[in-house]
């Protein structure tokens, strides 16, 4: 009987369950755990257990969710059974947990998702097998009980179990993958709390694999090999990652305290010999108890732990008699729990005592079911031989009768028989009574010889008593063999009575043949209506089937038709389609052409699949094809490549209309390729038209953009050497400082630049060379237009950005220019360089080491501009410090004149501020419209 729970206990078991379950990256402590277990034995359920651990902050915090996994693990395989049946309902809770934490790809994320994971399937597998307890403890007897001994009982058995395993093995191995191997994470408060949920995972896992082994046997041992061919792969490859497991785990120094695990054999159980079965030895994992401290003992009175992880309790004389009361708390538990487990295994045995008799009802049921049913198969074999008889042997009726009657003669022959051995058997044994009667009288006449030679008297009396005890025995086996004769008779008798019954079975089986033989002809004209009844079904399955078919290719013809009426749809002229896209979908549109060539009219699944995808792929082609006649230059051509869409389009129609009257497609299929084809051929000479003369110079163009770009960023660097020479010559101060460092800073930026370059112009080479093959520099280039037009358009970047650093450092140095334009200049450079590496990696080999070098000089240009911003804050700090306002010498008014200013100043910078923000977005919107129509 469950115990009630008052508000104190219930306020100290949710604190145990804080304790056990918290945000600390720490394993779980066990005696919180033993708390939390003992508490299901006093409720008699998990109910109290789940009401208290939803309202942990599980899906806000990864540690709380994956000690909650840990903690429900040990709550199913220790507490009350009814923990599995109260758990069941609380599936959906784990699952979300689940859920939500695994969008984490990795870490806890992906651990809590495979841990909810293994839960649910624990708790389905229970529920599959309510025998089997939470800790899966069971006997050979048990596990066989379980079963029920059938093979059917046991190859699902083992597919749960393989699944179960499954589960485990996924989250050792993303437990381990976790911490990286690293051995040395295990002796951590994280790497512990990470691997201490894998100690209940090898307790089941030890279990199901002892029993698969056995159940793998048992199924070889009845069921050929073959069919068991995906049971050994699959028992294989657990196997081995059982072994790994086994040994990662063993090796872990966190582990040798916490359980012993014994070592799985080199190799796995051959199950194809039997007598790897017999040297097959079960062994078990051993959790050692932990030592109950002094603290859990007292607070184990109300079966909750509250103490304190960073207190321990000091216990003196004075508390003498609360650890007494204690104790005798602890030994009326004790006492409780250990009736409450008496109670419930007269209960689980009573339970199993009735499912016993049920299956046992239920086995006699099926039997009496399959002989019913064997009885009815072998009527309905009389009936259809009867039939045959019947029909061609209707004179083999009187032969059968004088064949029965003759069977009866020799049964009554072999009875007749029979009476006669009996009664030869009785006369031997009276002969055999006369025989033993004669030795009687012979041993008396012996025993009366001795018997006179001491007391004659006394033994004559003796021979006498004894002599009428023998002649009583006798008169008992007279009697005897009186009531065996009797019996004989009346079987005789019996067998003449069974002769007269079988003759008037003989009589009623006549009757019985004619009334069958009516019946098989009842039969026989019921299936000639059957055979006429499927025949029409068929056909209307056919019609159907056509007008299915019918039906869909007419859906797919309305498709193409909306395509080619949105030809002339004015609303797509503003539709942009690339030639090279258009190019990359006629190798899928005349796949679904050759697909229709050879279609059998039968195959209606492949006429549908077929037409869908013509008819969308082709809608989708022509679209594109309008789309892609837009951007060509001369209108006469674009309309006639529109034409020759719808051109196309009518052709496919009529490819649809074939495959829908059940007509030959070949010459249909080959028509509408060749206007594929003339599509295709259109848009490459729209694409030409697009490159015009351009195309043939851009390799001069793109060496002439470079040697500009060159000659931009060494003009630069000259410069900014001229302009640090004279500012040396003609400033002095924090002038001279300012202009040195800003200066330095620069030609610093532009070696960077310079070595970017240099850079960059040996990977376009190496790119160049990789890719032309036979083909000139000037044709890669020309082949490879839209890489060479991204690629002047990075260096005409780098070029402008470097001379509007210099512009900038020279009205910085010369004419007192603002600070923030090196800013900007420096930025704008980066935007630049970065552009043009962009450009050059498109292409590139990722291991080239042309590559990584201008990768590396990216980051040093990087690097150097923010050198230059960070000196610019610098310099900018000095000439603040060097213009500071002094403040001493001014009177009330003109400090309050100065502020006024300075307020009207701040507004002004603000509204400056707020309109060159405007027209720097405008600027930006106004580029990339620019630069998009430069693609286009």
């Not at 009982?153 to 179960?164: L, P, Q």
């Not at 209940?200 to 793998?216: E, F, G, H, R, T």
């Not at 909750?304 to 004389?317: G, K, M, P, R």
């Not at 990696?841 to 050198?867: E, F, I, P």
Request: charged share 30%; proline share 2%.
């Amino acid at each position: 009987m469950a115990r009630e729970y008052t508000t104190r206990d219930l306020e100290k078991y949710s604190q145990a369950l804080q304790k056990a379950i918290n945000s600390h990256e720490t394993p779980v402590k066990q005696k919180h755990v033993r708390s939390a277990i003992i508490g299901t034995f006093h409720t008699q359920s998990a109910k109290t257990f789940w009401a208290y651990a939803l309202r942990l902050p599980a899906m806000d915090d990864r540690i709380v969710a994956w000690k909650l996994c840990h903690v429900v693990h040990k709550i199913l395989r220790e507490g009350h059974p009814l923990c599995l049946v109260d758990s069941q309902r609380h599936r959906k809770d784990l699952e979300e947990i689940g859920r939500l934490w695994g969008h984490l790809k990795e870490g806890y994320g992906k651990m809590i998702r495979l841990y909810t994971l293994l839960l649910i399937n624990k708790l389905e597998f229970h529920r599959r097998n309510p025998r089997f307890p939470g800790h899966l403890g069971v006997t050979a007897e048990e596990l066989e009980s379980i079963a029920g001994n059938d093979i059917n009982n046991y190859f699902e058995m083992t597919v749960e179990m393989f699944d179960y395993l499954d589960h485990i093995l996924d989250l050792q191995e993303a437990v381990f993958g976790s911490l990286n191997m690293a051995r040395s994470n295990s002796m951590t408060s994280a790497g512990q709390c990470r691997l201490a949920p894998l100690i209940p995972c090898i307790q089941d896992a030890s279990k199901l694999y002892d029993y698969c082994v056995k159940i793998m046997f048992k199924l070889h041992m009845t069921l050929p090999p073959d069919i068991l061919a995906g049971h050994r792969d699959r028992f294989l490859k657990q196997f081995k990652a059982l072994k790994k497991f086994y040994e990662s785990t063993s090796n872990l120094q966190y582990f040798k305290d916490l359980i012993a695990i014994p070592p799985l054999p080199e190799n796995p159980p051959n199950f194809l010999i039997m007598g790897d079965f017999r040297t097959y030895v079960t062994q078990e994992v051993v959790v050692p108890q932990e030592p109950e401290h002094e603290e859990e003992l007292v607070n184990e009175g109300s079966l909750i732990d509250t103490t304190d992880d960073s207190t321990v309790e000091n216990h003196n004389s004075s508390n003498a008699s609360i650890t007494s009361a204690a104790h005798q708390e602890i030994i009326n538990e004790r006492e409780f729990l250990r009736s409450q487990c008496e109670k419930l295994r007269h209960e689980v045995n009573a339970l199993m005592e009735k499912n016993e008799r049920d299956v046992a009802k239920l086995q006699n049921k099926i039997s009496h079911l399959e002989t019913d049913l064997a009885t009815k198969d072998s009527e309905l074999v009389q009936e259809r031989q009867v039939k045959e008889d019947l029909l061609n042997q209707s004179f083999a009726v009187a032969q059968s009768q004088d064949t029965e009657q003759k069977v009866k003669n020799e049964k009554f022959d072999k009875l007749k028989d029979l009476y006669v051995k009996l009664r030869d058997e009785h006369i031997q044994k009276i002969r055999e009574k006369a025989e033993i009667e004669k030795k009687l009288v012979s041993a008396l006449k012996n025993l009366e010889r001795l018997n006179e030679m001491e007391r004659e008297k006394e033994r004559l009396e003796e021979a006498e008593k004894q002599k009428t005890a023998e002649l009583s025995n006798l008169q008992k086996d007279k009697e005897l063999f009186n009531m065996e004769t009797e019996i004989l008779k009346k079987s005789v008798a019996d067998a003449c009575r069974e002769r007269d019954a079988i003759h008037i079975e003989l009589s009623n089986v006549i009757e019985e043949k004619e009334t069958l033989k009516k019946k098989s002809e009842e039969l026989a004209y019921k299936f000639l209506d059957l055979e006429r009844q499927l025949d029409n079904e068929q056909k209307e399955l056919q019609r159907r089937l056509k007008a299915i078919v019918e039906k869909s290719i007419e859906n797919s013809e309305d498709i193409l038709k909306h395509a080619i009426h949105e030809i002339d749809n004015p609303a797509l002229t503003a539709l942009r389609c690339s030639p090279d896209y258009l190019r990359s979908l006629t190798d899928g549109c005349l796949e679904s052409l050759q697909d229709s060539a050879h279609i059998e009219s039968t195959n209606y699944v492949l006429i549908i699949t077929t037409a869908s995808k013509i008819a969308h792929r082709h809608a989708t082609y022509i679209l594109q094809g309008r789309a892609t006649s837009n951007i060509s230059p001369d209108i006469t051509f674009g309309e006639k490549m529109e034409e020759a869409c719808k051109i196309l389009g009518q052709a496919v129609l009529r490819l649809l209309h074939s495959l829908k009257k059940e007509e030959k497609t070949e010459a249909f299929v080959k028509e509408a390729m060749e206007k594929l084809e003339e599509v295709a051929s259109l848009a490459d000479s729209i694409n030409l038209s697009l490159l015009g003369e351009n195309s043939e110079n851009l390799a001069d163009l793109l060496e002439s953009e470079m040697a500009e770009m060159d000659k931009a960023i060494e003009q630069a660097a000259n410069r900014i050497q001229d302009m640090l020479t004279n500012s040396r010559a003609a400033d002095s101060g924090i002038k001279l400082e300012v202009n040195e460092k800003i200066l330095d800073s620069c030609t610093t930026l532009m070696q960077a630049i310079r070595l970017l370059v240099q850079k960059s112009r040996f990977l376009q080479a190496e790119i160049v060379g990789q890719g032309r093959g036979t083909a000139s520099a000037k044709e890669f280039y020309k082949r490879n237009h839209q890489w060479t037009d991204g690629f002047i358009s990075a260096a005409k970047a780098v070029a402008v950005a470097a001379k509007f650093l210099l512009t900038a450092a020279d009205k910085v140095v010369t004419s007192n220019g603002k600070l923030e334009q090196l800013v900007v200049a420096a930025q704008e450079i980066a935007a630049s360089t970065a552009q043009l590496v962009v450009a050059s990696r498109v292409k590139a080999d990722r291991n080239s080491n042309n590559l990584q070098q201008l990768t590396h000089a990216s980051k040093g240009v990087t690097t150097a501009t923010g050198t230059v911003v960070a000196t610019v804050k610098d310099c900018s700090q000095l000439i603040d410090e060097a213009e500071e306002l002094d403040v001493s010498n001014m009177t009330l008014h003109q400090a309050k004149r100065l502020e006024m200013d300075s307020q009207v100043r701040v507004l002004e910078l603000e509204k400056e501020l707020e309109q060159e923000r405007y027209r720097l977005a405008k600027l930006r919107r106004h580029h990339y419209q620019l630069a998009g129509e430069s693609e286009a």
